[in-house]
């Protein structure tokens, strides 16, 4: 009860309340005028869009005076504001009294502000994509100004702890960021190199061997794997299959840590078989039949069409294909984290533990946060990278993929 | 002359050969396409193979049934029944005596502890005290009550530890497994059906852990993020596709939808922690901050299946709508966007599954926080089901193992019935013209 009487909550009630009645006032007043109206002239609009300009012009009015207040408040007694937003309503019915006559065209006031709405919502979308660069460009900068942009991009040794004695070495951390840039190429190439062949032959395989119905049963199933969270793969790399390679690797003799490169990229590699097989599926769909049949008119073989005739044919698209996967795979997050390992090496041998970018992120930003300190600030550098990259890989993507779909249309 | 032109140069042996290795090619190959698939399909059902064996014995847990005296000398020394003593009263004493007087025989301190150790202690201490908190005539009485045995007893009885295993590697001594199987026959330790699972928060003890708070967090999330992102996503794609002029602007606007659809999501979780978090100075945790984000997240899923099924419709609906008098506008909102519902529904689950599983932008918002009571309101901290599970998988005891599993299970369901929904949707309202 104590909850309902707060002023927020008061007020929301009364705007509900009152644009309700504007539109309930309006349709009314629509209605009784066009009726009275006896030389034959009907009303422009229907009364319901009366209705509706009724209750937005009052809804402009009323949210404008809460606004005010809003800003203002403190400068006056409430009461004053009271005593305004009555005003304010009060103004509101009777220009809606002024204006609504039968002549009125209220349905084109309406729409238009339904059109106004309308472009508002995709500027969301706008909006957000500004919000993204603003914040990742404006947080970069500010760690730029503790560590220049080249160390950050051609440094080899990252260790963001700030240190607790002066005379340690990089007492400010040292964010050489080309260990995790490693990292996750490498994780990223064991990824392509599991999905790439295995999405290809299944693209292959559904587009020109499969019959409908195996069709019909396998593209679902191969699409459930785009589909579960990437936080299931990343325990399955941690539970399953991390010490699956673990104990496979000691039967060689080798020692090999749960958390490595391999098991990531592995598990990571499965979870984007069904982006490189979907689009590579439907590139290949989109070469044009023709093709295929004047190679079987010539004698090859299904596999000799396919890979002389359909894959070259096919072949920008699939380089597109690839690269929104690798864009995906650069950009995963959970798998990473928790089958990746969180240590900055600098190597080549997918046996080890390496981190990524997205690891980084997660490490730094999680538990304590103090939010000036460059150890924070690097994150947002390293989401830039992240953010520049994968948009870079998206775009020329989309253009390879555009450019290929013209050219068969 | 004549016997030349009967073999043609199909038929030489070089020919044949030639023959039979491109057929074999061709049987390669097509292996290949089969092996892929067979591949692809072996390692979904690993991963479900492996989530479902560690898991399903979550859903299972062993109780102690034992009967306890609420002694007044210990729980109310004072007799005055308030508020305050019977709250922080010695209830483990209770417990530990009630357990001593079934196995009157032990008596070294070091047995006692051992004994003690097979329930689980907070477990037991918090059921007493609600029950005497919520009924003070209690005091005085005999209780008879069933509480979760400690994890380590619990796995050894779903057979995870070996008992033939040397003693100083197990968890549990041979001594508890002797009360244990004593109190196995007799019937006073049983399996039952693990329902704090479902209806408990999270805890530091696994026998008591549950997921219900991180569900209710995961929900009001959701619900946050359905109701920004749908009406604003079909918003968008009505206009971009019904009322956008053709021009640089709203080129620009489709462009930067096909690329917001591809930021990686852990760029959405900075944004969130830059602009919501330290601009605007929302709560930290909380899932009205989490649903925002993951709102922003759906909103180009949204906005391209509803564009799709806006353009699904047939034209002639609108040339009909027009041709009877009705306004653009009108032949849109009253004809076209009620035909395309089906396709925007199944765009708007679709989208809202997405949100679920996803992780990583709740852990920038600091939706990672330890929270052992069920969240009641959107501004609270809470954690959500994905994140709960990645809590949890950082333990390295089995009995959490087996609960990060349970929960997986669990999300897994929820998000395959979500899927079933929407392919039963567009099965079922889904027309063609």
Redesign the interface.
């Known amino acids: 009860m104590q909850q309902l009487l707060n002023p927020e909550t008061l007020i929301g009630a009364l705007l509900i309340i009152g644009v309700v009645a504007a539109f309930l006032y309006g349709r009314g007043l629509a209605i009784s005028r066009a009726q009275l109206t006896t030389d034959g002239a009907r009303a422009h609009s229907l009364p319901s869009y009366h209705g509706y300009f009724s209750a937005w012009i009052v809804a402009l009015f009323a949210s404008g005076m809460i606004a005010f207040w809003v800003t203002f408040s403190g400068a006056a007694p409430n009461f004053v504001f009271a005593i305004l937003m009555f005003c304010a309503l009060a103004l509101s019915f009777s220009i809606i009294n002024r204006l609504l006559t039968p002549t009125f065209r209220a349905?084109n006031h309406v729409?238009r502000f339904?059109?106004g709405?309308?472009?508002?919502?995709?500027?969301?979308?706008?909006l957000?994509?500004f919000?993204?660069v603003l914040?990742?460009v404006?947080?970069s900068l500010q760690f730029f100004k503790h560590v220049p942009i080249l160390d950050f991009l051609t440094g080899l040794h990252w260790s963001p702890q700030t240190a607790l004695r002066e005379d340690q070495i990089g007492q400010s951390g040292s964010f050489g960021a080309v260990p995790i840039f490693t990292g996750t190429f490498m994780i990223t190439a064991v990824a392509i190199f599991i999905a790439g062949?295995?999405?290809?032959?299944?693209a292959?395989?559904?587009s020109e061997?499969a019959n409908k119905r195996t069709r019909a049963i396998?593209k679902p199933?191969?699409e459930?794997?785009a589909?579960?969270?990437?936080?299931?793969?990343?325990?399955?790399a941690?539970?399953?299959v991390g010490p699956a390679i673990r104990n496979f690797a000691e039967g060689f003799g080798f020692s090999v840590p749960t958390q490595s490169a391999i098991a990531a990229g592995s598990v990571m590699g499965?979870m984007i078989?069904p982006f490189i097989?979907s689009l590579s599926d439907d590139v290949i769909n989109a070469v044009p039949q023709t093709l295929r049949d004047a190679s079987f008119a010539l004698g090859a073989?299904?596999?000799?069409t396919?890979?002389k005739v359909i894959f070259p044919a096919a072949l920008p698209g699939i380089i597109g294909a690839f690269l929104?996967a690798i864009?995906?795979a650069?950009?995963?997050?959970?798998i990473v984290?928790?089958a990746a390992g969180r240590a900055a090496n600098l190597t080549g041998n997918p046996f080890e533990a390496v981190t990524t970018v997205?690891v980084q992120?997660?490490a730094l930003?999680?538990g304590d946060q103090e939010?000036d300190s460059a150890k924070t600030l690097s994150?947002?550098a390293l989401?830039l990278v992240?953010?520049v990259f994968?948009?870079v890989l998206?775009?020329i993507a989309?253009l390879i993929v555009r450019r290929y779909r013209e050219r068969y249309e | 002359m004549s016997a030349m032109a009967k073999t043609s140069i199909h038929q030489t042996d070089l020919a044949r050969k030639r023959l039979a290795r491109r057929k074999a090619k061709e049987k390669r190959f097509r292996y290949a396409g089969v092996t892929a698939v067979v591949i692809a399909m072996v390692m979904l059902g690993w991963l479900v193979v492996s989530l479902v064996g560690t898991g399903y014995t979550a859903f299972f847990q062993h109780y102690l049934t034992i009967t306890v005296t609420l002694d007044e000398n210990i729980l109310d020394p004072n007799g005055a029944r308030d508020a305050d003593q019977l709250r922080k009263a010695n209830y483990r004493k209770i417990i530990q005596q009630a357990l001593y007087a079934r196995f009157p025989e032990v008596t070294y301190r070091r047995s006692k502890r051992a004994l003690f150790q097979i329930i689980s202690a907070s477990g037991a201490t918090n059921h007493v005290r609600k029950m005497v908190y919520q009924d003070p005539n209690l005091v005085g009485r005999e209780l008879t009550i069933v509480v979760p045995v400690s994890d380590d007893v619990d796995q050894f009885l779903k057979g995870y530890i070996d008992r033939k295993a040397p003693e100083e590697l197990r968890r549990v001594s041979d001594q508890q497994i002797a009360w244990v199987d004593q109190l196995v026959t007799s019937g006073e330790l049983v399996r039952k059906f693990n329902w704090r699972f479902f209806t408990a928060a999270d805890s530091r003890d696994p026998e008591l852990a549950g997921i219900a708070g991180a569900v209710v967090g995961s929900i009001m999330a959701l619900g946050v993020a359905f109701f920004l992102s749908v009406p604003i996503g079909v918003g968008a794609a009505v206009y971009l596709e019904e009322f956008a002029p053709k021009n640089r602007l709203t080129d620009f606007i489709e462009i930067n939808i096909n690329n917001l659809a591809a930021v990686p999501s852990i760029v959405f979780g900075l944004l969130g922690l830059a602009v919501f978090l330290n601009f605007f100075g929302l709560p930290r945790s909380a899932p009205l901050v989490g649903g925002m984000v993951l709102g922003l997240m759906t909103l180009p899923t949204i906005i391209i299946a509803t564009r799709s099924a806006l353009r699904a419709v047939s034209p002639s609906i609108i040339d009909g709508a027009l041709s009877l008098g009705a306004s653009h506008t009108q032949a849109v909102f009253h004809h076209k966007v009620p035909l395309a519902a089906s396709g925007i529904l199944t765009g708007s689950i679709i989208g809202m599954a997405q949100a679920l599983g996803e992780t990583a932008p709740l852990l920038m918002i600091g939706m990672v926080a330890f929270v052992t009571e069920i969240p009641t309101n959107i501004m609270e901290p809470a954690s959500a089901l994905p994140v709960q599970i990645f809590l949890w998988s950082d333990s390295a005891e089995r009995a959490w193992a087996e609960r990060t599993s349970a929960a997986i299970i669990v999300l897994l369901i929820v998000l395959i019935s979500m899927n079933a929904i929407a392919i039963f949707l567009r099965s079922r309202l889904e027309r063609r013209w």
């Open positions: 349905r729409e339904i059109g709405a309308l472009m508002i919502c995709s500027g969301v979308a706008v957000t994509t919000g993204i914040s990742l404006f947080e062949p295995i999405g290809l032959l299944i292959v395989y559904l061997y396998v199933m191969v459930i794997l589909g579960v969270p990437t936080i299931v793969y990343g325990f399955f941690l539970l399953t499965v078989i097989s073989t299904q596999s000799e396919m890979t929104l864009s995906r650069i950009g995963e997050t959970m984290v928790m997205t992120i997660v930003l999680t939010f994150a947002f989401g992240l953010f994968t948009l998206n775009v989309l």
